[in-house]
């Protein structure tokens, strides 16, 4: 992921050309499930368990607003976006920030693709445990 960040200077008239820079401060160890969700306009979303529980329970209603009709598309493990964005890192460094953002964006493709028609839902987080993994209200507790 790039983070552009300004640089802080508090006169205008000592702005430098180019006041932004871009780094590649990404730190994941291993790849997470992703699910895919498709808007009524024809967009495609994605999201990672948490976020797509809600999604999928259609919790995501803005108040005074109609609920937004969203198809679940699939889910998948997540290892080919986890690649392109190790290679994205790589070609950060090489060629530049819009050549690595091309490349996430066709590991988006690869992985939406990789994942349509594996229709595994999002685990019930309405029942979390300390350490934010959901549990069974009926089993817990039970040794």
């Known amino acids: ?41 024809g967009s495609i979303i994605f999201a990672k368990e948490h976020e797509a529980h809600r999604i999928y329970r259609r919790r995501n209603q803005v108040i005074g607003q109609d609920k937004e009709k969203i198809k679940f598309l699939g889910s998948s493990d997540g290892v080919i976006f986890f690649k392109a964005v190790e290679e994205a890192k790589v070609i950060f460094n090489q060629k530049g920030l819009e050549a690595a953002q091309e490349r996430i964006r066709q590991g988006e493709k690869e992985e939406l693709e990789v994942a349509r028609g594996q229709m595994i839902p999002p685990r019930n987080m309405d029942a979390i445990d300390r350490g934010n993994n959901p549990i069974n209200l009926q089993t817990y507790g039970n040794i």
């Open 1 to 41: 992921m790039a983070v552009l960040c300004y640089s802080e200077i508090m006169n205008p008239s000592e702005i430098p050309e180019k006041p932004l820079y871009a780094s590649m401060n990404m730190k994941r160890e291993n790849p997470e499930r992703i699910y895919f969700f498709e808007k009524e306009n």
